[in-house]
Each structure stands twice: as C-alpha cells, then as structure tokens.
C-alpha cells in the first residue's frame, strides 16, 4: 500500500502559476501509475492529467493541454503538476492518486491523497 500526500496549493490570480506536489510512502513509488484528479463543487470529479511509472508517457484531459505539466521523480518518490496560465474554471480541490494498473485509467486508481484547494480568482 501506498501513502500520499499533496503539497502546494494555494490562491492564485487568473494567469498565475502553481505546482503541485504529492509526496508517497510505503510501497515501492515507481510500481505505481501516478495521476491528479480534481473536483470542483457541485461537479463530478475528473481526471486531469496521469503518468506512467516511468515518468515517459502522459495523459492529460483537453482543458489542461498545454498548459498543465505532470512530472515524477521515482527517486524522491514524488509526482508534480506544473499548472501555469490558469484560469478560474480550474479552481478545486486537486487530489494525486496511484495506481497499479495502466495510467490512463481512471476507474484503477486505488489509493489517494487528502487533496489540496487550488482557488484561481478572475
């Protein structure tokens, strides 16, 4: 089993920045698939973006593409989201996840963090 927690959140202006981080325990870190969910109020939560165990293949949802970057360091046993030229519609409580099974599906992952809030103000 794997623990995880999210660091980094925070109230940004419409246009800034922010990077994510999701440190994990227990387990061996690079057996697992990584992803960030979000989950804004009053909506479902979705899947933004995942990476394989080997940090070379991504998947990211189409509100996010290019601008959002997912990243891990199996040495560090740590997953990051780079999130630049936000906007509004990206304000949630984003969460990091992991997963044993193929990266890019969602229903697999098992075992989450506590989430963090990411407010973006227009």
């Known amino acids: 089993q794997v623990q995880l927690v999210e660091t980094g959140g925070g109230l940004v202006q419409a246009g800034g920045s922010l990077r994510l981080s999701c440190a994990a325990s227990?387990?061996?870190?690079?057996?697992?698939?990584m992803a960030w969910f979000r989950q804004a109020p009053g909506k479902e939560r979705e899947l933004v973006a995942a990476v394989s165990t080997t940090g070379y293949t991504t998947y990211y949802t189409d509100s996010v593409k290019g601008r959002f970057t997912i990243s891990r360091d199996n040495a560090k046993s740590t997953v990051y989201l780079q999130m630049d030229s936000l906007k509004p519609e990206d304000t949630a409580v984003y969460y990091c996840?992991?997963?044993?099974?193929?990266?890019?599906?969602?229903?697999?992952?098992?075992?989450w963090g506590q989430g963090t809030q990411v407010t973006v103000s227009s």
């Open positions: 227990g387990r061996t870190f690079s057996t697992y698939a």
């Open positions: 996840a992991a997963s044993l099974a193929y990266y890019s599906i969602p229903n697999a992952y098992r075992y």
